[in-house]
T-cell receptor
Framework: EAGVVQSPRYKIIEKKQPVAFWCNPI?????LYWYRQNLGQGPELLIR????????DSQLPKDRFSAERLKGVDSTLKIQPAELGDSAVYLC????????????FGPGTRLTVT | AQKITQTQPGMFVQEKEAVTLDCTYD???????LFWYKQPSSGEMIFLIY??????QNATEGRYSLNFQKARKSANLVISASQLGDSAMYFC??????????????FGKGTKLTVNP
């Protein structure tokens, strides 16, 4: 069974540029999460989807971040414009359903904003 | 609000010995879950073990066991017979009550484990 796929693995951009990250969850997993992990910290939830619906986006900086999960499968997280403080690893995870305790994580996208 | 505290930024252990990674938590939820994840240098978070707040027995998964002390609000991870491949960052996390709407995972800052040959 394929795991959570993320691309790109690494991205370097200049500040004020846009950037997008893509995530393909494990087949059949209805719940999808985007986390941000700053250097030396644990991951922090940005947004959670149940199928196509964003059910928890309270931690998403909505002035510059947006996310979508069309058709309830793949998801894209976008930052526009990027700031220096956005440098972090962006992790995508999925779980079978709400309440399933095991979340499966992808390898993450390491973003560097210069 | 939930909070996870991992007080050990780094730990060292000799190969084949056991090691305990500390984790304390704070929550007002009656029902919650505690998790440990391993993050090797490749970056992927790997689920290790889960303990439910109402589970009477400590969780075990192979060489991993969770020493759950509810009254002390601690959920320490014990790794027995350490292997060189255990060298990684380890994160403790908790999830609150689904009914309470706090089902997101809250992570600690992690402990870097180094296994010496």
């Amino acid at each position: 069974e394929a795991g959570v796929v993320q691309s790109p693995r690494y991205k370097i951009i200049e500040k004020k540029q846009p950037v997008a990250f893509w995530c393909n969850p494990i087949s059949g997993h209805n719940t999808l999460y985007w986390y941000r992990q700053n250097l030396g910290q644990g991951p922090e939830l940005l947004i959670r989807y149940e199928n196509e619906e964003a059910v928890d986006d309270s931690q998403l900086p909505k002035d510059r971040f947006s996310a979508e999960r069309l058709k309830g499968v793949d998801s894209t997280l976008k930052i526009q414009p990027a700031e220096l403080g956005d440098s972090a690893v962006y992790l995508c995870a999925s779980s079978l359903e709400l309440g399933a305790y095991e979340q499966y994580f992808g390898p993450g996208t390491r973003l560097t904003v210069t | 609000a939930q909070k996870i505290t991992q007080t050990q930024p780094g730990m060292f252990v000799q190969e084949k010995e056991a090691v305990t990674l500390d984790c304390t938590y704070d929550t007002s939820d009656q029902s919650y879950g505690l998790f440990w994840y391993k993050q090797p240098s490749s970056g992927e978070m790997i689920f290790l073990i889960y303990q439910g707040s109402y589970d009477e027995q400590n969780a075990t998964e192979g060489r991993y066991s969770l020493n759950f002390q509810k009254a002390r609000k601690s959920a320490n991870l014990v790794i027995s017979a350490s292997q060189l491949g255990d060298s990684a960052m380890y994160f403790c996390a908790m999830r609150g009550s689904l009914q309470g709407g706090s089902e997101k995972l809250v992570f600690g800052k992690g402990t870097k484990l180094t296994v010496n040959p």
